[in-house]
């Protein structure tokens, strides 16, 4: 809460203080209480969109607004999920556009989990999820975002074994300073699905 109260006086003005309160807005919004999680996203929101009109060129607002989006269309009801899809996608193609590359392939990683998550009839697709996914390991090979959805698409698709390596690959990655909470939480998660035997 201390950072977000850092960068919210400026960030109606300034891009680096918007971009930089939407990414902490999204962390609140995904880990604090229950009951603080709506106005950590909507605030998150707020500031995504300031920062896309501020620097409409620059991929860090289009990436944040795009996580705040998902995180309210996943944890906030069916509605929103069918309100915001739409945009969400649009937001990281407009990121991937800009720049593919901008912190290692994280918009394509974001675009796969988003065609993971999303309904066939709705857009959703698990062939294009493992090439968003794929290309995003070309940017870095030890994304562990990367590495973490694409293994739950290979589970998905019956492709154990190669999802569990890869889920080994998660917890041995060397942690990004960019992304440490991040990294901590995706090394946690492999652990757990690792303690699943694999089916034969």
């Known amino acids: 809460m201390r950072a977000a109260d850092l960068w919210t006086p400026n960030a109606d003005t300034q891009f680096d203080a918007a971009w930089k309160l939407s990414r902490?807005?999204?962390?609140?919004?995904?880990?604090?209480?229950?009951?603080?999680?709506?106005?950590?996203?909507?605030?998150?929101?707020?500031?995504?969109?300031?920062?896309?009109?501020?620097?409409?060129?620059?991929?860090?607002?289009?990436?944040?607004?795009?996580?705040?989006?998902?995180?309210?269309?996943?944890?906030?009801?069916?509605?929103?999920?069918?309100?915001?899809?739409?945009?969400?996608?649009?937001?990281?193609?407009?990121?991937?556009?800009?720049?593919?590359?901008?912190?290692?392939?994280?918009?394509?990683?974001?675009?796969?989990?988003?065609?993971?998550?999303?309904?066939?009839?709705?857009?959703?697709?698990?062939?294009?999820?493992?090439?968003?996914?794929?290309?995003?390991l070309v940017y870095n090979p030890e994304s562990r975002a990367a590495l973490s959805f694409l293994a739950d698409v290979l589970t998905a698709t019956g492709r154990r074994q190669e999802a569990r390596t890869l889920l080994e690959r998660v917890v041995h990655a060397p942690i990004d300073p960019e992304w440490i909470p991040e990294d901590n939480e995706f090394t946690r998660q492999a652990l757990e699905k690792l303690k699943v035997p694999a089916q034969r």
């Open 24 to 136: 902490v807005c999204y962390w609140i919004g995904t880990h604090a209480r229950e009951s603080e999680r709506r106005n950590a996203l909507d605030r998150g929101l707020r500031a995504g969109e300031a920062a896309t009109r501020m620097s409409p060129t620059r991929p860090e607002g289009h990436f944040w607004l795009a996580a705040n989006l998902g995180a309210l269309a996943e944890g906030f009801g069916l509605a929103l999920g069918l309100k915001y899809r739409g945009r969400i996608r649009e937001e990281l193609e407009r990121v991937v556009a800009l720049d593919a590359a901008w912190q290692g392939g994280t918009a394509e990683a974001a675009l796969g989990r988003w065609y993971f998550e999303v309904p066939r009839l709705l857009g959703g697709s698990r062939a294009k999820a493992e090439e968003h996914l794929r290309r995003a």
